[in-house]
C-alpha cells in the first residue's frame, strides 16, 4: 500500500495520502479539493546494518576513477 505525496492546486497544501487504486479520487484535507498534483519522492535505501547507502558503495576501487 503506498503512501504518495500531494500538492493541492488550489490552495497549495502540500500532503500524504494513503492510495489503494489507481483510480481512487484523493482529497486535500485542509480544503477538500480534488484536483491535486502528486509529487516525486524521494525515497531511502539502507544497508543491512542500517547505514545509508553511499556512492562508493557499489564500487570495487573504493571511489570513483
Known amino acids: ?3 504518495f505525496e500531494y500538492r493541492c492546486k488550489k490552495c497549495e497544501e502540500e500532503f500524504e495520502q494513503l492510495v489503494f487504486s489507481a483510480k481512487e479520487t484523493v482529497e486535500c484535507p485542509k480544503c477538500g479539493n480534488v484536483d491535486n ?3 516525486i519522492s524521494a ?3 539502507t544497508h543491512s546494518h ?12 573504493g571511489g570513483f576513477t
Not at 50 to 61: D, W
Open 37 to 39: 498534483e502528486k509529487l
Open 50 to 61: 542500517g547505514a545509508a547507502a553511499s556512492p562508493t558503495s557499489c564500487s570495487s576501487s
Open 1 to 3: 500500500m503506498p503512501v
Open 43 to 45: 525515497f531511502a535505501s
